[in-house]
């Protein structure tokens, strides 16, 4: 019995090391968070997934403010993204030239959702 619960312990801590939270449902996102994701269809999604861990041209975006870091090994956060937006990143070129900063702030906080 004893030995049975830890098992059930062990395999729930090994899951919860491997998985990162779900997405919030886009029925529940709220005014700007859903301009935000518009502004990702828009800009983002020839090139990036926001819904499934797989790669397009880019790597998949899910989760990637409840990773430590971005792919590339830099710190995942607003100013390291933002910067990715407007500067580009490697084979990524820069995609910020449509958005004016509100929309960037609402695809960031679309992006948190993620
Ligand atoms: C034309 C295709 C394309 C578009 C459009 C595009 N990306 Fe990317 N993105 C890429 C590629 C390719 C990479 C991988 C770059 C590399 O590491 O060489 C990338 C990498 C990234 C990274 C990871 C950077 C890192 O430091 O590892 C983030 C974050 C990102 N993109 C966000 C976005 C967001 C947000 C948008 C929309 C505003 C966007 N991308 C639009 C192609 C694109």
């Known amino acids: ?8 312990l ?6 919860g090391c491997k ?7 886009l029925a529940q996102l709220n005014a ?14 020839s090139c990036h997934y926001d819904r499934r861990d797989a790669s397009l041209h880019g790597p998949p975006l899910l989760g990637v403010f ?12 607003d100013e390291r993204v933002t910067a990715t937006i407007l500067h580009g990143h ?3 070129p820069a995609v910020g ?5 509100q929309d960037i702030d609402d695809l960031l906080a679309y992006l948190h959702t993620l």
């Not at 409840?66 to 956060?77: D, E, F, I, T, V």
């Open 90 to 92: 490697g084979l990524m």
């Open 66 to 77: 409840k990773k430590p870091s971005l792919p590339s090994g830099a710190p995942a956060n």
């Open 19 to 25: 998985s990162t939270p779900p997405p919030v449902p």
């Open 97 to 101: 030239g449509a958005m004016d900063q």
């Open 32 to 45: 700007q968070q859903m301009h935000g994701h518009a502004v990702f269809q828009t800009n983002c999604s």
């Open 10 to 15: 062990l395999a729930a801590a090994l899951a």
């Open 1 to 8: 019995m004893v030995r049975a619960c830890f098992l059930l």
